[in-house]
């Protein structure tokens, strides 16, 4: 595999390369906003810590209106704002504004007028907006937590040979029965088994092509699979760096055990646990296949090649069967990714990750390097 190349940030590129879009096809552009109303006459542009939907406004906003709209033949490019929700993938508030500070409905204004939909903002809005594109007969792309570094990269590649490298890795890993991840942290060492149950890997490459209603998930480029069950022990780093190991049987996390860091974060998980279990649910397990910069965003950082994350939570935006209607809280139906990289989880080595397929033991990782196996699939 030759060096990943970027070039200059391209929205009429990207856009192009993504949806193919047809001319006339209308654009429509969403952010999230703790007070959505603070969309009015741009208010939002005030706040310097919105850089998200400052980005959304100067790249996406002004570079449709500036140009783009016309250079591609759509119409639209408006842009609306919805409240933060909160979570990874929780559902969407129907509630949205406009500049003029006119309030709208997501589901009866906005979703089924326009074509493609690109949602820029805080919390990943993947799994709802995958819904609602079913449900409306749109596409679209989810671009949380956008900044510099993800435009100068992970959105300045050739989606075309982004799609190609997936498709050698899926094919090289697809119809597995089962994975084994060996972690070490702390002088623990544990072993996370999932099964597969030879099922078609997935790929997130990018590409939201034709009439089908679909969301890409932008920067783009991991393999993925929705587990079919999983067992063992993995460690997990909370959001401020409390270190836990997650005791997993029948598929889910069935209890967290504190290794370094604040008790109360891990009773805290335990509770929720116990009150909630399917918060518990392994539904992902997915690998990245990007030669990427770290971005400090986990919507990029999983994309590197030789880093892995699991994800607890919803997962049927991905073909699982797991919906918000089962989770015992509606504010607990997340889809939360779990990263293992040297960036975001230094402490954490994973020392092996081994493929099991046909009878075969595939070594896929090493020490978050991409093991000689991958390497011969990318060659091809």
Do not use: W
């Amino acid at each position: 595999m030759d060096k990943q190349k970027f070039l200059p940030f391209s929205l009429t590129r990207l856009l192009s390369t993504v949806f193919e879009p047809k001319p006339g096809q209308r654009v429509a552009l969403l952010i999230d906003l703790l007070d959505p109303r603070q969309i009015k006459d741009f208010a939002f542009l005030k706040d310097e810590q919105l850089t998200i939907q400052r980005k959304a406004h100067d790249v996406f906003y002004q570079g449709l209106k500036q140009g783009g709209l016309a250079e591609l033949k759509l119409q639209g490019g408006e842009i609306f704002a919805y409240q933060v929700t909160g979570g990874s993938n929780l559902d969407l508030p129907d509630q949205a504004f406009d500049p003029s500070g006119k309030e709208l409905s997501l589901e009866k204004d906005i979703y089924p007028n326009y074509d493609i939909i690109l949602c820029i903002s805080t919390y990943s809005a993947t799994a709802p907006l995958t819904a609602f594109a079913k449900r409306f007969g749109f596409r679209g792309a989810t671009l949380h937590g956008l900044n510099d570094i993800i435009l100068r990269t992970g959105l300045a590649v050739d989606y075309n040979e982004v799609s190609r490298n997936g498709e050698k890795l899926r094919l090289g890993m697809t119809r597995a029965d089962s994975f084994e991840i060996d972690f070490e942290v702390e002088g623990h060492k544990s072993t996370l088994k999932l099964l597969c149950g030879r099922q078609e890997a997935q790929k997130s490459h990018g590409l939201c092509r034709g009439d089908k209603p679909d969301v890409a998930n932008l920067p783009a480029g991991e393999i993925y699979f929705v587990p079919e069950g999983a067992e063992g022990v993995f460690p997990m780093r909370y959001e401020d760096g409390t270190l836990g190991l997650m005791e997993v049987a029948g598929g889910r996390i069935q209890k967290a055990t504190l290794l370094r860091g604040e008790a109360g974060v891990v009773a805290a998980h335990n509770l929720k646990l116990k009150s909630d279990p399917v918060t518990g649910e392994l539904g992902e397990l997915g690998f990245g296949t990007q030669e990427l910069p770290p971005s400090g965003r986990d919507i990029q950082d999983e994309k590197i090649l030789g880093t892995l994350h699991v994800a607890t939570g919803r997962s049927d935006h991905l073909g699982g069967k797991l919906t918000p209607d089962k989770f015992a809280s509606a504010k607990n139906a997340t889809h939360d990714d779990i990263l293992f990289s040297p960036t975001k989880t230094p402490e954490i080595q994973v020392t092996q990750v081994r493929m099991y397929r046909n009878g075969r033991t595939e070594v896929i990782i090493e020490s978050y390097h991409p093991s000689a196996y991958l390497r011969q699939l990318l060659a091809q």
